[in-house]
Structures are given as C-alpha cells and as structure tokens.
C-alpha cells in the first residue's frame, strides 16, 4: 500500500511539474556527428498557452546606467532591472548573430530549492539576455551563471543547450532556495561525435572534478547538498542529477523517455533502455538509479540537418510505448492524448505518453551553426510552429535584418486569431488531422517533405550567393538577400499550408473520402459533380467493441 502510495504520489506531482513548466525535448549534435560538419541544438517549447512565434533583438548600443527590464517568460511578470551592457548581439529566435545558440527543458528538481526571494533572473530571460551578450558557448555559460549569482535565480532546476559553430555544451542548474542567493551548476560538453538529450529530466549525474577543458562547476556543487544533508560520500561519486533532481517514475517515462525516443531513431543499441524508459528504475549507492541512459551516444552515421528533423518527430512508434496501438488511439490511431497526464479509474491511476510530437507546441527549431561561414551565412534556424511532426521546418538565416510577417512577434496571440499567421495556419491543419489522423497525415507529410528537401537542397545555391555578395565586401546587401530570402520562403510555406487546410477539408468534408486521379479530385463524365467518395468506415476491431458494448442496441431487426 506504501509503494502504490508513494507511486500516486510521483505521478501527481510529476503532472503538476509538467503543467506548470514549459515541458519541451532538446537533442544536441556535435560537429563531428554530421555530415557537413556543422553543430546542432533542437529545442520544441511545449507549452498550453505559449504562442508560436519568433523573437528579435537587433543590435544595439547602450549608454553608462542603461538599466534592463527583466520579465518572467512564463507569465509576462516583471521581476526587476538589472544593468544594461555596452553592446547587445542580433538575436533571431534563440540563435545570435554569432551563432550561439541557447534552448531549454525544465526538470524542476528538489521542491525547497524552487523559490527563491528577491530573485531577478528566471531561465527564459537567462536564454534571451545571455544571447545579447555572449559570443561563444564557453563564454555564455560564464554569462549566465554570473547573472544568476549576483541577481538571484527565480526559476526550478533547469537543463540548458548551449552550442555555437564549434562546441556543444548541456549546463544543468538548481536555485539555492530561500536561504541562499544563487544557483548551484554543472556544465559539461559533449565528446565530439556524439549527442546528447534532455527532456525535462537532469541528467548530468557524476562528473570529472578535474577537466575544465570538457566540464564547468560552480565551487559549492558538492559541499552545497552536503551541508543540505543530500550527500554524505566521496565527492567522485556525487551525481547532479542523483542529489538535486532524482529520477523517478515519472522521470523516466514522461521525459526520459522522449530522449530514448530520439537517440533509438539514430543509434542502434538503444533497446536495452526500454524498460528505463518505460518507468522501470533500479537503484544502488547514494540511492541513485543504476539503469540510467548515458549523457551521450554515438550515432550509427553522420547526421544531416532532415535527420535531426526527423529525431524531434516522434510518438514512440515501433516501440512498447507505441501511441498509436491501445484503444486510446481511437479508430484512426490518433497518437495524441488530450490532458491531464494521469487519470484515475476505480482509484486506479494511469498515464497518458509524453512524446516528443505533442498537440500544444507553440514553436520548435533546429539550430544549425556552420564554421565555414561567416555568421550571418553560417547560421540557420530552421523554424517551425505549432505539433513538429505535422510542421515544416523553414530556413531562417541567422544574418536577417527583420522577421518574416507570418512568424513576427504581435501578428496575432494564443487568444487573437490572424489569417497571416503561421502558427494559425499550422494549428488548423493539425487540428483537422486529428480527426481522422492515419488518412490526413500522410497528405500532410506529403507536401512537408516536398517542402523541407526543397529547403535543404537549395541551401547550398543560396549559401554561395550570399557567399560572393560576402567576399566581395557587399556584407550588408548579403545580409539582405538572406533576410528577403528567408521572408519569401516564410511566406510560401505558409501560403503552401493555407492551400493544404482546403484541400483536406474538401477530401475528408462528412466523413466522406474524395477519390483523386492524376492529382486532381475526380469528377463524374459530365464533369459537374464529384465521383462517388471513398465511405472506409471503422476497423473491425472497432466495430466490434461497439456491438460488444451496446448489446442488442444496434441490432438490425
């Protein structure tokens, strides 16, 4: 009775967590992990009421005694002012002029070290201000855990994804709580060849004392949870992760889980975490967990940018977690579950996936940084709205001067509707899919990879043009062909996507299923009316379950 009481008690709590913060799926790619050499960070920011859009801070210069306003991401609340610096960097979405790149998920952690009074610095304004005022991730982690050491950390334990064209960094940090200002950290960067993951659980556990080269720490790491009574061993065996943030089940299946998902689509050896990811955690010295997946893996071959696309797509197909395989699905294998996360039949509780796909994201990216470049050429966001495996990742070159109209921050909000909007438009077509998701989505991943090849393929052509603008000192008519090119493929891919809400509501329209020929709807020989549509009805399995509860309700007399 204790264990399935302990066990309620995990998984409501981990719902909570995972409602209040902005549950999202970050991958990390290293340089010598892809096929062109370039780094890559992902990010999908999950949140019920965040709005997919993308932000901008051009350059700018500031004046002795400039002050800051410090907002929390979360809510729009003002948490204070902090100094302003001399300069701040361009930044587009969450990558600057510089190619650094910064993303987030938040893993909460030791409930008593959440609030922090007095606190300036959450962790979305962390991202935002360390992008206006660092070149390299090196250099940003130094920004960031100065910032919160001397203006207070007023947010739960965070995992942060930290990269620029040529290092790939995960810092994971805790506030200190009420009695302490600050936070206490670890950084570590990750092997090049490999990749790395996080998902709203911490995972750096054990790390080298004695590294600074591949791994940061602030002084009072250890002795911190020691004086907290947490740890009480050698300070060679004290886990991050294993003292601030243990996992739990809720850990491993709702966030752990995602990164499996994720590295299971590029490494081969991953099966042998399934039960890991399925909830199911041994434990050893310290109380920490021994099955634990590692930090990071080597995948099977390089990577190119579609396959890190691909990663951040995902509702655990092919897997004992598969949402498309229980009743839930539905008749047409929806792998979505409308929340709450956990749900109770006759005091039993159960529990919905987290996958890495989920309905209520407001925008993800792939981050991808290039050293052959210079930064304004090297660095792409490839940006996208609303559910990642029915999006389309568009180019967004890092060099731009302004924001393309369907992305801009004010066109439109999560409770103000724009026909220019792209996540508008994205979110009806998801929305449609979900209806009748096993025909719809095909169609949609029909012009969704018809669009994003396009994208990578001509990649190439517009790095030269914009490259021979470059060399010959045209620097700012290079950074306006990228910001018109990145703009016109914005505003196609939204346009292409309005397209596609017609057609999927005339194919699908009252359950009917419009017959196409040689890609057009199929008309009748006069031409003037469709043909008859496709009526596939239910799966007998289905139909089955209908009579089987409805008895002779139904029965045809």
């Given amino acids: 009775m ?57 350059a ?50 030791r409930k008593e070290l959440h609030h922090q009074p007095g606190a300036i610095v959450d962790y979305g304004s962390l991202i935002y201000l360390t992008l206006q005022r660092a070149k390299t991730a090196r250099e940003a982690i130094h920004v960031m855990t100065d910032l919160v050491a001397k203006y207070g950390y007023a947010s739960e334990g965070e995992s942060f994804s930290i990269a620029d064209p040529n290092e790939v960094w995960i810092l994971e940090m805790i506030g200190k709580g009420e009695a302490e200002k600050g936070a206490v950290w670890v950084a570590r960067r990750i092997p090049d060849g490999y990749i790395s993951g996080h998902a709203n659980q911490a995972r750096i556990t054990t790390f080298p004392l004695n590294d600074p080269d591949n791994c940061l720490y602030s002084s009072d790491v250890i002795s911190f949870a020691r004086e907290k009574g947490w740890f009480d061993g050698k300070n060679k065996d004290f886990s991050f992760s294993g003292t601030y943030a243990p996992v739990d089940f809720g850990g491993a299946r709702f966030c752990d889980a995602r990164v499996w998902a994720g590295f299971r689509k590029v490494a081969s050896n991953m099966d042998q975490y399934q039960d890991y990811a399925m ?27 579609k396959d890190v696309m691909g990663m951040m797509r995902d509702h655990f197909e092919g897997t004992a977690l598969d949402m498309t395989k229980d009743p839930g699905a539905g008749p047409f294998k929806l792998p979505y579950r409308w929340r709450p996360l956990t749900w109770q039949v006759d005091s039993t509780t159960y529990v919905n996936e987290r996958a890495i796909s989920t309905q209520q994201t407001g925008f993800s990216f792939i981050a991808q940084m290039r050293s052959k470049y210079p930064d304004p050429i090297g660095g792409i966001m490839w940006f996208g709205v609303d559910d990642t495996y029915s999006t389309c990742y568009m180019p967004v070159y890092c060099g731009i001067q302004k924001v393309p109209e369907p992305i801009r921050v004010g066109n439109g909000d999560m409770l103000t509707w724009s026909n220019t909007s792209a996540f508008w438009v994205f979110n009806t077509v998801s929305n449609l899919a979900y209806l009748r998701y096993d025909y719809m989505i095909k169609d949609i991943q029909k012009v969704q990879s018809e669009l994003e090849t396009k994208f990578v393929d001509f ?60 890609g057009k709807f199929e008309r009748n020989e006069s031409g003037k009316l469709p043909v008859m549509p496709a009526q596939p009805g239910y799966p007998e399995w289905w139909y089955r379950n209908v009579a089987k509860q409805t008895g002779d309700h139904l029965k045809e007399k």
């Avoid at 967590?17 to 990010?43: P, R």
């Avoid at 948490?79 to 979405?93: C, E, W």
């Avoid at 050893?284 to 190119?304: C, E, H």
């Avoid at 017609?502 to 020929?517: F, S, T």
């Fill in 2 to 58: 204790l264990k399935k009481t302990l066990l309620l008690t995990s998984l409501i709590w981990l719902a909570l967590q995972v409602h209040v913060a902005d549950a999202c799926t970050n991958f990390l790619i290293t340089k010598g992990a892809t096929v062109d050499g370039s780094t890559m960070i992902t990010y999908a920011a999950d949140s019920h009421t965040l709005y997919g859009e993308m932000y901008f801070w051009p």
């Fill in 459 to 518: 990649t190439p052509a517009v790095d030269e043009a914009a490259m021979d603008l470059w060399n010959k000192g045209e620097h700012n008519m290079a950074r306006k062909f990228l910001t018109e090119y990145s703009d016109k493929q914005v505003n196609l891919t939204v346009n292409r996507w309005t397209q596609l809400e017609h057609y999927l509501i005339i194919k699908y329209k009252d359950g009917n299923i419009m017959k196409e020929k040689d």
């Fill in 279 to 305: 909830g199911k955690i041994t434990h050893g010295a310290n109380g920490y967990a021994t099955n634990r997946m590692p930090l990071w893996v080597k995948p099977d071959t390089l990577l190119t940018v």
């Fill in 60 to 109: 700018a210069d500031h004046k002795p005694g400039d002050m800051v306003d410090v907002t929390e991401w979360d809510t729009g609340k003002f948490l204070g002012k902090i100094p302003q610096v001399a300069h701040t960097y361009q930044v587009t979405g969450n990558m600057n002029e510089h190619q650094l790149s910064i993303g987030e998920t938040t893993f909460g952690g």
